[in-house]
């Protein structure tokens, strides 16, 4: 099992900058990916970023591509969510995951509330 724990989530002004973590603990040598969705009431839950554990790789949705980066360490065990130029659209609860390499995301962390005010 791998167990996943989000912060850093909070209220910001648009344009301003926010850092989300995810403490990782468990059987971490298991996980391939991680990932970085979000979710708004009434909305589908949406992917905002990638990242390949072992070498650093890393994909993002078209809707944050500039703004968001997504990073980890693998030392402590850490994921982050750099966002830059925040957006009232990007208000939403931002969720870790993780993946064992079966294509979908096998772990989830509580989820952590990002609000963007114009």
């Known amino acids: 099992q791998v167990q996943l724990v989000e912060s850093g989530g909070g209220l910001v002004q648009a344009g301003g900058s926010l850092r989300l973590s995810c403490a990782v603990s468990?059987?971490?040598?298991?996980?391939?990916?991680m990932a970085w969705l979000r979710q708004t009431p009434g909305k589908e839950r949406e992917f905002v970023a990638n990242?390949?554990?072992?070498?650093?790789?890393?994909v993002y949705a078209n809707s944050v591509k500039g703004r968001f980066t997504i990073s980890r360490d693998n030392t402590e065990n850490t994921l982050y969510l750099q966002m830059n130029s925040l957006k009232p659209e990007d208000t939403a609860v931002y969720y870790c995951?993780?993946?064992?390499?079966?294509?979908?995301?096998?772990?989830w962390g509580q989820g952590t509330q990002v609000t963007v005010s114009s």
């Open positions: 990242i390949i554990w072992s070498t650093g790789n890393t």
């Open positions: 995951t993780a993946s064992r390499g079966t294509g979908r995301n096998d772990y």
């Open positions: 468990g059987r971490t040598n298991s996980i391939a990916s």
